[in-house]
């Protein structure tokens, strides 16, 4: 049932995911659905969103919903978090995953596509933390899991570097103002994993020579896969990880060691 309000709140607990009609958004859905939780996709392509929902439900049999919202957007964010406060009256996992990458360099920066890099992957994780704050404080416990990028470290996309490792700095601040009230607030920087996001404006031989120099520098000696990181996500958001805040966990066979690539 995607798109639709469940009615009433959730019996289980309810996890959100944004960016969650792409693919990790949708492996993050899976896990979490077959973990228990009733979960909400939003993401700004609504039909991406229905899509994984409704493969999703039909695959764990959960309660998983799908619906438009763009996380760079205000009054989309509030929206959406007041639609889920009626519709499943908590929200106790945010997993922040959308997320846009231009492949751009100082020399050539149109702040233009700095300001939407910074507006989707920075501002969008910190509007939906300040959103769901009032929930958190009514149930005195939530887990949020930002989603970096093992760029963070350097090398890379001007702004999409710049931003996630922004989100490291988010990630730090927050799991310092919200643990008194009970919020983990933790991140995971995976490697590169083909998708959307990655591949997009590349042809075939560019890819493959990418992922090659990425299974290269890597120790583990593969890519990272969707489920890694979906795994990383349940183990954050779970109960046993209560104590465990303020940390990006990398999911990336160890490549957070080696020289970018
Ligand atoms: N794929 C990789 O190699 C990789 C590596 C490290 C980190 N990441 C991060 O993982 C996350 C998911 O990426 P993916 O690879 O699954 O890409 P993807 O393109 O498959 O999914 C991203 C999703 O975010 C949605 N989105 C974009 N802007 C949005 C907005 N303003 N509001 C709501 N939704 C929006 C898109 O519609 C899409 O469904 C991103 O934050 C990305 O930076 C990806």
């Given at each position: ?68 919202a763009d996380v760079a957007d205000e ?80 090398g890379g996309p001007t702004s999409y ?89 990398h999911v990336c066979g160890g490549a ?6």
């Amino acid at each position: 049932m995607s798109g639709h309000a469940s009615g009433g709140a959730a019996p289980g607990p309810v996890a959100v995911i944004t960016g969650g009609g792409g693919t990790l958004g949708t492996a993050m859905a899976t896990r979490l659905a077959e973990e228990g939780n009733a979960v909400v996709l939003l993401d700004r392509d609504e039909a991406a969103a229905r899509a994984a929902a409704d493969e999703v439900a039909a695959r764990t049999g959960g309660s998983v919903v799908g619906w438009r919202a763009d996380v760079a957007d205000e009054d989309d964010v509030r929206a959406s978090v007041d639609r889920i406060a009626r519709t499943h009256g908590r929200l106790d996992r945010l997993v922040n995953n959308a997320g846009v990458n231009r492949r751009d360099t100082l020399a050539d920066q149109d702040p233009r596509i700095w300001d939407e890099v910074m507006a989707v992957n920075l501002r969008g994780p910190m509007l939906l933390c300040r959103a769901a704050l009032p929930l958190w404080r009514r149930t005195g416990s939530g887990r949020v899991v930002n989603i970096a990028s093992r760029t963070w470290l350097g090398g890379g996309p001007t702004s999409y570097v710049t931003s996630k490792a922004g989100v490291v700095g988010l990630t730090r601040t927050l799991a310092v103002e919200l643990g008194p009230l009970g919020v983990t607030v933790n991140a995971v920087a995976p490697s590169m994993i083909v998708t959307a996001l990655t591949s997009a404006g590349r042809d075939e031989a560019r890819l493959r020579e990418l992922t090659e120099r990425h299974r290269r520098m890597t120790p583990m000696r593969r890519l990272a896969t969707p489920e890694d990181v979906a795994e990383a996500v349940v183990f954050l958001t779970s109960d046993g990880a209560g104590f465990i805040t303020g940390e990006v966990l990398h999911v990336c066979g160890g490549a957070q060691l080696a020289p970018a690539p």
